[in-house]
């Protein structure tokens, strides 16, 4: 029987994905052992993305131990995937994705953005940037650490509330304390957001490459993310940059809107394209170039 390896973050998040896609491979009739891995962005908790810069911040370490042959998979959410991967590394497959929105979480049930004096803990560029953009007043502090630590800080007074996935908080059964769902026409979210994303060796066996991509990608989810894939890969960004993505498919057409902010929030551009999902990385290009061509070339120059 094939024995599958599965390498993971060791946050409890982390490990939810790595068991989620362990019980799938299980259910197929395959052995799975799950090998927990620490990353620099799981030990450098004091500073926000935007200062240490993010490329393999949650994957680097992973990745060396699919190169060294330690593990078979790796298992990443999809939103923490670098826009550009070497080439002797490849997604394999995404999971189905869960709502993509971001959530308002708080153990304050009656707030709201429109609220004097509230503080948001936070520390995605994005998330700050669309704040700062529809809702200046608030003061936003830097919230680093898993979902857990995160709660605590909010539980121990240092903000009132926070923006996060709505994935994760679902995951890790917090669902009672969202105050709100976040509407996907202002909180656009990141590339990749609500999906499980597993990166192996492109020289991996190729009969366990097909048993997982067969046990485990949403072909109706791959669509999407390949062509928000592209779309980051082609503003050259990553989480470190405000730059948001989701594409939707409606039959054969995707819809995609995209855009990018200044780091003060002040400047947004945002646009959207459709197309046939055979198009997945030409409908990308486009709408990235269509950003840059807008002035989001100056944003992103400015941020580097």
Known sequence: MQRIKIG?????????????IAELLRKAGFETGIITIDTKGDKILNAP????????????????KLRNQEIDIAVHSAKDMQSELDDD????????????????????KEISFTDKNLIIGTSST???????????HLELRNA????????????????????????????MNYDQYIV???????????????????ECTVSLNEEKKAIIRRTVNDSMTE?????????????????????????????????????????????M???????????????GVELAEKILALGGDKILEDIR
């Open 8 to 20: 993971t973050r060791g946050s409890k998040l982390a490990l939810w994905q790595a068991n989620y």
């Open 49 to 64: 993305f935007a200062e240490i810069g993010t490329k393999g911040l949650f994957t680097e370490e992973l990745e060396i």
């Open 89 to 108: 590394l490849m997604i394999l497959a995404f999971t189905e994705r869960e709502d993509a929105n971001d959530v308002l979480v708080s153990y304050k």
């Open 126 to 136: 994005r998330r700050r940037a669309i704040l700062k953009h529809f809702y200046p």
């Open 144 to 171: 680093r650490g898993n979902l857990q630590t995160r709660m605590k800080k909010m539980e121990d007074g240092q903000f009132d509330a926070m923006i996060l996935a709505y994935a994760g908080v679902h995951r």
């Open 180 to 198: 709100q769902k976040l509407p996907l026409n202002i909180f656009t979210p990141a590339v990749g957001q609500g999906s499980i994303a597993i």
């Open 223 to 267: 669509i999407c993310l390949l062509t928000e894939r592209a779309f980051l890969r082609t503003l050259q960004g990553g989480c470190s940059i405000p730059a948001f993505g989701l594409a939707r498919l409606e039959g054969n057409v995707i819809h995609m809107t995209g855009g990018v902010l200044s780091l003060d929030g002040k400047t």
């Open 269 to 283: 551009i945002r646009e959207e394209i459709r197309g046939d999902k055979k198009d997945t990385q030409k409908l």
